[in-house]
Nanobody, 121 residues
């Protein structure tokens, strides 16, 4: 099992930036597939981005604005979010898996508790 703890959420004005972090421990290793998801009230959990090896994958809503990265030495995952919009407001959670990159939450057995991101207009 991989233990994940997110940080870095907060309140920001539209057009601003935030960087989320996700510290991994337990069975964390550089081969894990790590991903960010988000969920707004009344909506289903939505894929944001994933990273494995040298490859990164983004939802259309994140392309060009968000950047996912990882520091394997620190077992930490990051999500740099720029040009934030009010519709980006959500709880952002990191997730870990080992089978294949997927936009489906069910592909990731381990989850953090989430961090709130609120973008004001």
């Amino acid at each position: 099992q991989v233990h994940l703890v997110e940080s870095g959420g907060g309140l920001v004005q539209a057009g601003g930036s935030l960087r989320l972090s996700c510290a991994a421990s337990g069975r964390a290793n550089s081969m894990l597939i790590l991903a960010w998801f988000r969920q707004s009230p009344g909506k289903e959990r939505e894929f944001v981005a994933a990273i494995v090896g040298g490859g990164t994958y983004y939802a259309d809503s994140a392309k060009g604005r968000f950047t996912i990265s990882r520091d394997n030495a620190k077992n930490t995952l990051y999500l740099q979010m720029n040009s934030l919009k009010p519709e980006d407001t959500a709880i952002y959670s990191c997730a870990a898996g080992s089978i294949s990159v997927s936009s489906s939450p069910g592909a990731y057995p381990d989850w953090g508790q989430g961090t709130q991101v609120t973008v004001s207009s």
